[in-house]
């Protein structure tokens, strides 16, 4: 099998981007997202998928019939509770494995 034929047959994995924020733009709305490289830039909310929040995580794939980006629900869920574990681990006082005071 030709690499190109192979390429063609195993589509790369879809990026994951973040909404960082979602904000009214002189030309209506827009939401910032973050690539998985770090990089942001703002989008047409109307581009992105109906519902979207500040925080959803979305799978971005560019196939042979244009862009597709979906929304993750299961993986946003995750991330958020992961967070909020994290802010109330902090907010109760209690360092993370590895961690301790901070001194200046």
């Known amino acids: 099998m030709k690499d190109e034929e ?10 994951r981007w973040i909404v960082d924020g979602i904000e009214d ?14 990089r942001t830039f703002d989008l047409p909310l109307s581009a992105l998928p109906d519902g979207v929040r500040e925080g959803d995580l979305l799978a971005v794939q560019d196939g042979p019939d244009g862009v597709t980006v979906r929304l993750l629900p299961g993986e946003t869920r995750a991330r958020r509770e992961s967070a909020q574990r994290n802010l109330d681990r902090l907010n109760a006082g209690t360092p993370r494995e590895g961690e301790g005071e901070i001194t200046l």
């Open 25 to 38: 733009g002189p030309r209506g709305r827009v939401a910032r997202v973050e690539r998985e490289d770090g």
């Open 6 to 15: 192979r390429r063609d047959s195993h589509p790369p994995a879809p990026e």
